[in-house]
């Protein structure tokens, strides 16, 4: 089995800083493409960025020049480094990562989500 955890979200004024971090352990033999996802109240779930093994990175248009997405890969774990928040950026982030298991199964797995709220 496969679990991601993440942590780091909360309340931030404005303008302020928020540091994600999701961690993934269980039965994984690699790791391949990492990302943050959110969702909005009444919103569909959208990428936020991702993050592939090799360190190519990808964003979203509105958080370009804002948000930075990293990984470990020896602790298996993907990072958001968010800057300049707005309160358009409040929202439910979830990571995901595609994951091959030791039995050789391959999927696409997700953490519990954690709340960012953008306000003064």
């Known amino acids: 089995q496969v679990q991601l955890v993440e942590s780091g979200g909360g309340l931030v004024q404005p303008g302020g800083s928020l540091s994600l971090s999701c961690a993934a352990s269980?039965?994984?033999?690699?790791?391949?493409?990492m990302g943050w996802y959110r969702q909005a109240p009444g919103k569909q779930r959208e990428l936020v960025a991702d993050?592939?093994?090799?360190?190519?990175?990808n964003y979203a248009d509105s958080v370009k020049g804002r948000f930075t997405i990293s990984r470990d890969n020896a602790k298996n774990t993907v990072y958001l480094q968010m800057n300049s928040l707005k309160p358009e950026d409040t929202a439910v982030y979830y990571c995901?990562?595609?994951?091959?298991?030791?039995?050789?199964?391959?999927?696409?797995?997700w953490g519990q989500g954690t709340q960012v709220t953008v306000s003064s």
């Open positions: 995901n990562a595609g994951i091959t298991l030791y039995d050789g199964t391959t999927g696409f797995f």
């Open positions: 269980g039965s994984i033999f690699s790791i391949n493409a």
């Open positions: 993050i592939t093994r090799g360190g190519n990175t």
